[in-house]
C-alpha cells in the first residue's frame, strides 16, 4: 500500500511539474525571469495566485488502506477512512476481503492515454451527463454498462510500432 501510495503521489507531482515547467522563460530584453502566465496580471492577482500554488503544494493526499479510497479530504480513523470506520458489516463492502478491490494496474497500462484506454476497455458505460452553469457537469438517472468483445480487436492490433505500414503520430 505504501508503494501504491508513493507511485500516486509521485504521478501527481509529476503532473502538477508538467503543467508548470513553462511557467518561467527568460527576458532577451533585461534578463528576468518572467512567467507568461501572470504577465498580464495585476500585483494583487500575482499575490493571490502565488499564495494559490503555495496552498496547492501543501495539499496532501491520503489513501485508505481498507478501500483504498486515495484523495485530498480523507480524514484517517484508527487508520480507515470514516465509511470504512463507520461500516459494521464484515468484510467491508470496498475492501480487497470483498473482493472489491481491482489490484495494481500493470505497469504496461499505466502510461496508457484515455482513448487507448476505452478501445480495450470489456465494459463500455453509458451515462447522461448535462452541462451546469459554471463550466460544471451534472450526472442524472441510471448508469448502463454494455459489455464489449474487445479480444477480437485487440488480436488485430500490431504489438509493435515497425510492423505497421502507416504510423500517424498525433
Not at 508548470?20 to 500585483?43: C, K, M, R, T, Y
Not at 495566485?49 to 479530504?73: G, W
Not at 475492501?95 to 476497455?121: C, F, H, W, Y
Amino acid at each position: 500500500l505504501i508503494e501504491i501510495e508513493a507511485n500516486l503521489i509521485d504521478n501527481s507531482n509529476r503532473e502538477y511539474n508538467n503543467l508548470h515547467e513553462f511557467d518561467i522563460v527568460q527576458n532577451n530584453d533585461d534578463n528576468i525571469q518572467v512567467n507568461p502566465l501572470s504577465a498580464a496580471l495585476g500585483e494583487f492577482d500575482k499575490i493571490l495566485l502565488r499564495q494559490f500554488c503555495n496552498k496547492m503544494k501543501k495539499l496532501k493526499h491520503t489513501l485508505c488502506p481498507t478501500c483504498n479510497e486515495y484523495f485530498l479530504s480523507i480524514t484517517l480513523v484508527i487508520e480507515e477512512c470514516y465509511h470504512c470506520h463507520t461500516e459494521k458489516t464484515s468484510p467491508k463492502k470496498f475492501s480487497t476481503e470483498n473482493n472489491m478491490d481491482p489490484g495494481n494496474v500493470p505497469e504496461e497500462l499505466q502510461r496508457l492515454i484515455e482513448i487507448k484506454e476505452m478501445l480495450i476497455a470489456q465494459v463500455f458505460p453509458v451515462i447522461v451527463v448535462y452541462r451546469l452553469r459554471g463550466e460544471q457537469y451534472g450526472y442524472s438517472g441510471n448508469i448502463i454498462n454494455f459489455p464489449q468483445d474487445v479480444e477480437e480487436f485487440v488480436t488485430h492490433l500490431h504489438q509493435n510500432p515497425s510492423s505497421l505500414n502507416v504510423l500517424i503520430i498525433c
